[in-house]
C-alpha cells in the first residue's frame, strides 16, 4: 500500500510544466499568466481633470470669488488642447488632458457654470482635483508578474497599459472517461440494475473548475475493446487521461484489465475514500490517471491527486485548497493506517466543522451539501467531538 504523499507524487510526475500561448484578454479570466505583462503606457497617461469643472491658474484664483473668461472647452478625448492664456479659465471634463499652464480644478459645483465667462467660488491649491501622470503606473512598470491569476482587475490593467492580448498557459487537456456496464446517459430510461452516468460530468467539471479543459467522452461498457477503442480515437493531444472504474478488486475491472502491463500502475492508497488507484504512461505515452468508480471515491481522489497536478502544471499560486483548522461538531472514529476525507459542513462563525452523510464512497447526494474535507489522519482511530482537524475548503 502506498501513502497519500506518494501516489501524489507519481500523479504530479505524469505533468508537464505546461507551455505559454497568447490569448485575447476577454478570454484571459482564470488563466495564469505565463509572463509579465510591462506597462505599454503610464497611468495615467497624461495629466488629467478628475472632476467636471474648470481648469485654471491657482494663483490666479487665490482671491476667490474671481471671475475670468473661459479661453475654451476641454471635453475628454480632446487631443488638440491648447495652453492656457494667463488670467483665463477652460471648461473641462472628467479624463480631459489639463492645458498646459493650468494647474488646478476647480469643480463645477463650485461655479456659476458660465460659459463665456466663469465665476469662481472656491480657491483650489496647486494640483486639486489634477489626476497626475505616471502616480498609478509608470511607463515600462510590471504592472502583473508571471504566475497571476487573471481575475476582471489584473484584466482591466492589462487593458489599460495597452495590451490586447497577454500570455497565459495553456489549460491542460484532459480526456475524462467513465466506464461500466450499469451506466445510462442521464434522462434515458433506467431499466433495474441500471444507474446514471455521474462521474463524467462531475469529474469534467472539476477539470475545468481546477483550471484545465475537459473533454468529455462517450462512457464505455465494461468492455476492454471498447475502453481501449475509444482511448484510441482520441489521445492525440491530450495531456492526461483521466477514467472512473473499474479499478478495484472484482472480477470485470475494465480499466485494470486493459492498462496493466502496459505502463500503468495498478495499486492501493493509504486513504478513504478512494483506496484503488493507478496511474502511469499508457505505452510510454499518454499520462493515464485511472480513479475508483464510487462517485465519492472519485471526486475525492480528483481533489487529493488530479487537481493539485494540474494547478502545479499550470504554474497555479494556490496548488491546495484553503485549509483550515475547525473543531468537530461530532465524534468521529476512522480505521487505522488510512488518512480518511469525510465530507463536512464548515459553521466559519463558530470555527466549527460538521460530518454530512458519514464514510460510504456513494454518498453523492450528501456530498453535494459538503464545503468542505475533513482530513482524519492515518494515525487517528477516535475523534472526540471537539477535536481540533485540518478542513479542505472546497469552495475557495
Ligand atoms: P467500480 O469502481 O467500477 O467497481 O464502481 C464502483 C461503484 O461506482 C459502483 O457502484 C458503480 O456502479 C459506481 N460507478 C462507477 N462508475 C460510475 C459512474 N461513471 N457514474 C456513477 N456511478 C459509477
Ligand atoms: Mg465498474
Redesign the pocket.
Known amino acids: 500500500m502506498t501513502t497519500v504523499e506518494e501516489h501524489r507524487a507519481v500523479v504530479a510526475s505524469l505533468l508537464a510544466p505546461m507551455p505559454a500561448e497568447e490569448v485575447a484578454l476577454y478570454d484571459a479570466r482564470g488563466r495564469v499568466l505565463a509572463a509579465d505583462v510591462v506597462a505599454g503606457t503610464a497611468l495615467p497617461s497624461f495629466d488629467n481633470s478628475a472632476m467636471d469643472g474648470y481648469a485654471v491658474r491657482a494663483a490666479e484664483v487665490a482671491g476667490a470669488p474671481v471671475t475670468l473668461p473661459v479661453a475654451f472647452d476641454v471635453p475628454a478625448g480632446r487631443t488638440d488642447v491648447p495652453p492656457l492664456p494667463p488670467g483665463t479659465a477652460a471648461r473641462i471634463m472628467t479624463g480631459a488632458p489639463v492645458p498646459e499652464g493650468a494647474d488646478a480644478i476647480v469643480p463645477v459645483e463650485q461655479t456659476d457654470g458660465g460659459t463665456e465667462t466663469v465665476a469662481l467660488k472656491a480657491a483650489p491649491e496647486v494640483g486639486t482635483h489634477v489626476r497626475r501622470a505616471a502616480e498609478d503606473v509608470a511607463a515600462g512598470d510590471v504592472v502583473l508578474t508571471a504566475g497571476t491569476v487573471l481575475g476582471p482587475a489584473q484584466i482591466g490593467v492589462a487593458a489599460a497599459v495597452g495590451h490586447p492580448r497577454v500570455a497565459v498557459r495553456r489549460r491542460p487537456v484532459v480526456l475524462v472517461l467513465?466506464?461500466?456496464s450499469?451506466?445510462v446517459a442521464p434522462g434515458a430510461p433506467l431499466r433495474h440494475g441500471q444507474?446514471y452516468?455521474?462521474?463524467?460530468p462531475m469529474l469534467a467539471a472539476a477539470v475545468d473548475d481546477a483550471g484545465a479543459r475537459a473533454e468529455l467522452l462517450r462512457?464505455v461498457p465494461d468492455d476492454v475493446a471498447q475502453f481501449l477503442a475509444v482511448l484510441a480515437e482520441r489521445t492525440a493531444g491530450v495531456d492526461l487521461v483521466l477514467t472512473?472504474?473499474?479499478?478495484?478488486a472484482?472480477a470485470y475491472e475494465v480499466v485494470k484489465d486493459a492498462l496493466a502491463g502496459r505502463g500503468v500502475t495498478f495499486g492501493k492508497v493509504a486513504m478513504q475514500p478512494g483506496g484503488p488507484q493507478g496511474a502511469g504512461r499508457l505505452d510510454g505515452g499518454v499520462a493515464v490517471v485511472t480513479l475508483?468508480?464510487?462517485?465519492v471515491s472519485a471526486l475525492v481522489s480528483f481533489e487529493v491527486f488530479v487537481r493539485p497536478a494540474l494547478r502545479a502544471a499550470l504554474g497555479h499560486p494556490h496548488i491546495e485548497r484553503p485549509v483550515v483548522v475547525a473543531r468537530l461538531a461530532q465524534r468521529l472514529t476512522s480505521p487505522s493506517g488510512r488518512r480518511q476525507f469525510r465530507r463536512g459542513v464548515v459553521d466559519a462563525r463558530e470555527g466549527t466543522v460538521a460530518e454530512i452523510g458519514g464514510p460510504p464512497s456513494?454518498l453523492l447526494g450528501s456530498m453535494a451539501k459538503a464545503d468542505c474535507l475533513i482530513v482524519v489522519p492515518e494515525e487517528a482511530t477516535e475523534l472526540v467531538a471537539g477535536s481540533e482537524v485540518a478542513v479542505w475548503l472546497l469552495d475557495g
Request: proline letters at 9%.
Open positions: 467513465s466506464t461500466g450499469e451506466l444507474i452516468e455521474s462521474n463524467g462512457f472512473s472504474g473499474g479499478v478495484s472484482g475508483p468508480g464510487n462517485p456513494h
